[in-house]
């Protein structure tokens, strides 16, 4: 049947309606009964208060196909109309769906309006293409239902552009490629409306030019939410006639109109800002005490819900720091581990560890970062009590060559006191550092689904004497020790220091080696060097967080750069912090390449001053005197994400031998979401939803698969949940990135400085505040937790139009009545 005599059909008048008078009042509407109906219509309404839009005639083409296709549980019929009188009907009421297929334009007057609004009241679904959102411009209700109006009033032209499909559950965007390269014309909006809506597609404004009134990275084009009583789905995208014989077009339009006509459910509250809430759950110490935190250094969720987290060993203002190095208490400090129990809702101190590591701040000779580093508990910790801490203890200092231990060991908790044995500690491993200068200690620690235990340390190598660039130095050294060259840690393959370990600990003490780690070793080259068996990933600088995707074993991890401002042509890159996700053992660059391989200038003796060639990341040397591993080395592989103060993401023309040109001039920023200044690398976790353990305040499931990446700092940098392209590339760009900074709270009042973040099994995130100083804790010093607060999917399961509820609705069932 034709449109236009399906129109006279079902609204009971001429195809264009010119008969049905307005009413003065909004009709009572009763919509199609919802489960099990044969009869599912959408009305497409394509009045313009100027000329029609040439996309009319395209769009109620491809929408009826679409109604006409695919399974038959997902059809429907069409009705299109130019006619607003419609609105004013009770005939209104017999559309699962209205689609604005509109220009611009006050195409309703007030009892239309009316109608409409009633209408969504009533349970309705509302689809809005393109220059629907020019639509009713004097009307705040009508600005609700679309989201967001367009900045200026003239049409843009058609340009490629790559749109990011962050909402990977969504009918309207679960098909689509992540990165769906197509053209269009793309709209610029007068508020950005993301966090007041479910924004599930944004484009990238560096694919094209985006103009006047542009949005910056965070360009949303498609967006949903559950409005007055109703659902409105929105598009910027079909503004061409063309858009609308593109399969994946009509694929995401099929989409919107399951959930907007209640073929199927989507949730479109996830990323409303709204509905979360951060709560600190920590008071402030009592004075002279850490009855509630320590120094703020990492934390651990137990099956059970409870929450232990650690202090480095930096006490309050009024603890004693000693750095003379002539008193036997120099740098000793309180380690702490504590515990906080989500079902009483308070915290109990577990233990201490007497380490080095409260030798306050300072210079790079006085300060120190050593002291309890890192926490993990054993997969079996609810039967066992197993709790592995990596820390420096004290008693092992050498206070005349300044070097410490560093060493990763396995502890009970007494099941009946809670409280951490010190008698019961098995040293796992054990290695040497030089604290004569400060800094990276690394710290972080995870287990994988085998049991295997990933050990996060530092490169021990001074942040000085290099300018801010490689860590090469190979000159400044404290009784035989060289603390300003990389090369004796990060980049030897023969030290524990720089890298992410890989051990399987034993029911004994003792660990033994998984398969598949860098070395075995055995190794050596003609050089003479060796290996150590326990290194997985080496090249890294600082990496104080890591973690494991618990679904698929994918370690990632984030570390801290060096202190460069900015590129030099002489030297090579600025300091990059960086994120990257590692599938296999590895080499990940640091002292010699970083960000997409990018190297820098090698040095060495007698003159460090003097820049030698370039590194050939491919086809890494190690050449330092401080080397007692291979000189041959693996090569430097590209990571996933690294900033600078210049922003996110540099890269640079490169000349015949792949050196970028390092001209801040002729930069361009890949990743235009970030941007560093002062900046500190705080990986987190990638999070997976689990309806069978899901629990009141549990993240919804669009999170599903996302990695969260963060930044100690709050102003510019990164706090953000990223969607990585499918595959395992090494190096491969993120494929969309969305903003966190509303959800976890940032400001003086607010989550300031990230220090970790993890989520408990139940679905909740736990954030450590580190606090407002450096190397002590202070009143801000603070556990949070950050919990959803929104509803389920829509519509209700009930209210499903021709079947039962979907898995996810069942299984959402499930999880709320845990």
């Given at each position: 049947?034709?449109?236009?005599?399906?129109?006279a059909?079902l609204?009971g008048?001429?195809?264009?309606?010119?008969?049905?008078?307005?009413?003065?009042?909004?009709?009572?509407?009763?919509?199609?009964?919802?489960?099990?109906?044969?009869?599912v219509r959408?009305?497409?309404?394509?009045?313009?208060a100027?000329?029609e839009?040439p996309?009319?005639?395209?769009?109620?083409?491809?929408?009826?196909?679409?109604?006409?296709s695919?399974p038959?549980?997902?059809?429907?019929?069409?009705t299109?109309?130019?006619?607003?009188?419609?609105?004013?009907?009770?005939?209104?009421?017999?559309?699962?769906?209205v689609?604005?297929?509109?220009?611009?334009?006050?195409v309703?007057?007030?009892?239309?309006?009316?109608?409409?609004?009633s209408y969504?009241?009533a349970?309705?679904?509302?689809?809005g293409?393109?220059?629907?959102?020019?639509a009713?411009?004097?009307?705040?209700?009508f600005?609700?239902?679309?989201?967001a109006?367009?900045?200026?009033?003239?049409?843009?032209?058609?340009?490629?552009?790559?749109?990011?499909t962050?909402?990977?559950?969504h009918p309207?965007?679960?098909d689509?490629?992540v990165?769906?390269?197509?053209?269009?014309?793309?709209?610029?909006?007068?508020?950005n409306?993301?966090?007041s809506v479910?924004t599930?597609?944004?484009?990238r404004?560096?694919?094209?030019?985006?103009?006047?009134?542009?949005?910056?990275?965070?360009?949303?084009?498609?967006?949903?939410?559950?409005?007055?009583g109703?659902?409105?789905?929105?598009t910027?995208?079909g503004?061409?006639?063309?858009s609308f014989?593109?399969t994946?077009?009509?694929?995401h339009?099929r989409?919107a109109l399951l959930?907007?006509t209640?073929?199927?459910?989507?949730d479109?509250?996830?990323s409303?800002?709204?509905?979360?809430?951060?709560?600190?759950?920590?008071s402030?110490?009592?004075?002279?005490?850490?009855?509630?935190?320590g120094?703020?250094?990492?934390?651990?969720?137990a099956?059970?819900g409870?929450?232990?987290?650690?202090?480095?060993?930096?006490?309050?203002?009024e603890?004693?720091?000693?750095?003379?190095?002539?008193d036997?208490?120099?740098?000793?400090?309180q380690?702490?581990?504590?515990v906080?129990?989500?079902?009483?809702?308070?915290?109990?101190?577990?233990?201490?560890l007497t380490?080095?590591?409260?030798?306050?701040?300072?210079?790079?000779?006085?300060?120190?970062?050593e002291g309890?580093?890192g926490i993990?508990?054993?997969?079996?910790?609810?039967d066992?009590?197993?709790?592995?801490?990596?820390?420096t203890?004290?008693?092992?200092?050498?206070?005349?060559?300044?070097?410490?231990?560093?060493?990763?060991?396995?502890?009970?908790?007494?099941?009946?006191?809670?409280?951490?044995?010190?008698?019961?500690?098995?040293?796992?491993?054990?290695?040497?550092?030089?604290?004569h200068?400060?800094?990276?200690?690394?710290?972080?620690?995870?287990?994988?689904?085998?049991?295997?235990l990933?050990i996060?340390?530092?490169?021990?190598?001074?942040?000085?004497?290099?300018?801010?660039?490689?860590g090469?130095?190979?000159e400044?050294?404290?009784?035989g020790t060289?603390?300003?060259?990389?090369?004796?840690?990060?980049?030897?393959?023969?030290?524990?220091?720089?890298?992410?370990?890989?051990?399987?600990?034993?029911?004994d003490?003792?660990y033994?080696?998984?398969?598949?780690?860098?070395?075995?070793?055995?190794?050596?080259?003609e050089?003479?060097?060796?290996?150590?068996?326990?290194?997985y990933?080496?090249?890294?600088?600082?990496?104080?967080?890591?973690?494991?995707?618990p679904?698929?074993?994918?370690?990632y991890?984030?570390w801290?750069?060096?202190?460069?401002?900015?590129?030099?042509?002489?030297?090579?890159p600025?300091?990059?912090?960086?994120?990257?996700?590692?599938?296999?053992?590895?080499?990940?660059?640091?002292?010699?390449?970083m960000?997409?391989k990018?190297?820098?200038?090698?040095?060495?003796?007698?003159?460090p001053?003097?820049?030698?060639?370039?590194?050939?990341?491919?086809h890494?040397?190690?050449?330092?005197?401080?080397?007692?591993?291979?000189?041959?080395?693996?090569?430097?592989?590209?990571?996933?994400?690294w900033?600078?103060?210049q922003?996110?993401g540099?890269?640079?023309?490169?000349?015949?031998?792949?050196v970028?040109?390092?001209?801040e001039?002729?930069?361009?920023?890949?990743?235009p979401?970030?941007?560093?200044?002062?900046?500190?690398t705080?990986?987190?976790p990638?999070?997976?939803y689990?309806?069978?353990?899901?629990?009141?305040?549990?993240?919804?499931?669009?999170?599903?698969?996302k990695?969260?990446?963060?930044?100690?700092?709050?102003?510019?940098q990164?706090?953000h949940?990223?969607v990585?392209?499918?595959?395992?590339?090494?190096?491969?760009?993120?494929?969309?990135a969305?903003?966190?900074?509303?959800?976890?709270?940032?400001?003086?009042?607010g989550?300031?400085?990230l220090m970790?973040?993890?989520?408990?099994?139940d679905?909740s995130?736990?954030?450590?505040?580190?606090?407002?100083?450096?190397?002590?804790?202070?009143?801000?010093?603070?556990l949070?937790?950050v919990?959803?607060q929104?509803g389920a999917?829509?519509?209700a399961?009930g209210?499903?139009?021709?079947?039962?509820?979907?898995?996810d609705?069942?299984?959402?069932?499930?999880?709320?009545?845990?």
């Amino acid at each position: 049947m034709a449109a236009g005599a399906l129109a006279a059909s079902l609204l009971g008048g001429s195809p264009a309606l010119a008969g049905t008078p307005p009413v003065p009042s909004a009709p009572k509407l009763q919509l199609p009964s919802p489960p099990g109906g044969e009869n599912v219509r959408v009305l497409v309404f394509h009045a313009s208060a100027g000329e029609e839009p040439p996309t009319v005639d395209a769009g109620i083409e491809a929408i009826e196909k679409i109604g006409q296709s695919g399974p038959a549980a997902e059809r429907f019929t069409v009705t299109a109309t130019a006619d607003p009188s419609v609105f004013a009907s009770e005939r209104l009421g017999r559309f699962n769906a209205v689609v604005f297929l509109t220009g611009g334009g006050d195409v309703l007057d007030p009892a239309q309006e009316a109608g409409l609004q009633s209408y969504m009241e009533a349970g309705g679904g509302f689809l809005g293409i393109h220059g629907a959102a020019r639509a009713e411009p004097y009307s705040e209700w009508f600005t609700g239902l679309v989201g967001a109006r367009p900045e200026g009033s003239g049409e843009a032209t058609t340009q490629r552009a790559t749109v990011e499909t962050g909402d990977r559950r969504h009918p309207a965007t679960k098909d689509l490629p992540v990165e769906w390269k197509r053209p269009d014309k793309w709209l610029n909006w007068q508020e950005n409306p993301s966090g007041s809506v479910h924004t599930v597609a944004r484009v990238r404004e560096r694919t094209y030019e985006p103009g006047e009134g542009a949005m910056g990275w965070d360009h949303p084009v498609s967006w949903c939410r559950d409005y007055d009583g109703g659902r409105s789905f929105y598009t910027a995208m079909g503004g061409t006639a063309d858009s609308f014989q593109e399969t994946d077009f009509r694929a995401h339009l099929r989409g919107a109109l399951l959930w907007t006509t209640r073929l199927a459910r989507a949730d479109c509250q996830a990323s409303v800002t709204s509905n979360y809430k951060a709560e600190r759950v920590t008071s402030a110490n009592q004075p002279g005490q850490s009855d509630q935190i320590g120094e703020p250094h990492g934390l651990a969720t137990a099956d059970d819900g409870r929450v232990f987290y650690i202090g480095r060993g930096g006490g309050d203002a009024e603890a004693p720091v000693v750095t003379d190095w002539d008193d036997p208490e120099v740098g000793k400090g309180q380690g702490t581990v504590h515990v906080y129990d989500p079902a009483t809702k308070k915290v109990q101190l577990v233990g201490s560890l007497t380490v080095f590591g409260n030798k306050g701040g300072g210079d790079e000779l006085v300060k120190v970062e050593e002291g309890l580093l890192g926490i993990a508990l054993d997969p079996d910790f609810a039967d066992n009590g197993w709790m592995y801490l990596h820390y420096t203890p004290h008693s092992q200092l050498d206070r005349d060559k300044q070097l410490a231990e560093r060493r990763v060991s396995r502890f009970t908790v007494d099941s009946r006191t809670g409280k951490l044995d010190k008698s019961s500690e098995k040293v796992l491993l054990k290695w040497p550092v030089q604290v004569h200068s400060c800094c990276h200690a690394g710290g972080g620690m995870a287990f994988d689904s085998r049991r295997n235990l990933y050990i996060a340390t530092g490169d021990n190598n001074s942040s000085q004497f290099s300018d801010g660039y490689s860590g090469n130095n190979p000159e400044p050294s404290y009784k035989g020790t060289s603390f300003a060259d990389a090369r004796r840690t990060a980049g030897n393959t023969n030290n524990l220091n720089g890298k992410i370990l890989r051990i399987h600990p034993e029911d004994d003490g003792t660990y033994t080696l998984p398969e598949g780690n860098l070395f075995t070793g055995e190794e050596s080259d003609e050089g003479g060097g060796k290996t150590r068996g326990e290194i997985y990933v080496m090249g890294v600088r600082n990496p104080a967080r890591i973690s494991i995707d618990p679904k698929t074993d994918v370690l990632y991890a984030g570390w801290v750069g060096p202190d460069a401002g900015e590129p030099s042509t002489t030297w090579g890159p600025a300091k990059y912090d960086t994120f990257a996700r590692i599938t296999e053992a590895g080499n990940q660059g640091w002292p010699y390449c970083m960000g997409n391989k990018q190297p820098y200038r090698d040095r060495n003796l007698p003159d460090p001053d003097k820049p030698l060639g370039w590194y050939d990341c491919d086809h890494l040397k190690n050449e330092s005197p401080n080397n007692d591993g291979l000189v041959n080395i693996p090569p430097a592989r590209a990571n996933n994400i690294w900033y600078s103060p210049q922003g996110g993401g540099p890269d640079y023309p490169r000349d015949e031998n792949g050196v970028p040109s390092y001209k801040e001039e002729e930069q361009e920023l890949l990743l235009p979401w970030l941007k560093g200044g002062g900046q500190a690398t705080m990986d987190g976790p990638v999070y997976r939803y689990d309806a069978s353990a899901a629990a009141k305040g549990a993240w919804p499931a669009y999170w599903d698969g996302k990695w969260f990446v963060g930044d100690f700092y709050d102003a510019d940098q990164p706090r953000h949940a990223v969607v990585m392209p499918d595959g395992d590339e090494p190096g491969a760009l993120p494929a969309h990135a969305e903003s966190l900074r509303k959800i976890i709270p940032v400001g003086e009042d607010g989550i300031r400085n990230l220090m970790d973040w993890k989520f408990a099994p139940d679905g909740s995130l736990y954030v450590l505040d580190y606090g407002r100083g450096f190397f002590t804790s202070d009143d801000k010093s603070a556990l949070w937790h950050v919990t959803y607060q929104g509803g389920a999917a829509t519509p209700a399961p009930g209210d499903v139009v021709r079947g039962d509820a979907t898995d996810d609705a069942k299984n959402e069932a499930k999880g709320a009545s845990r």
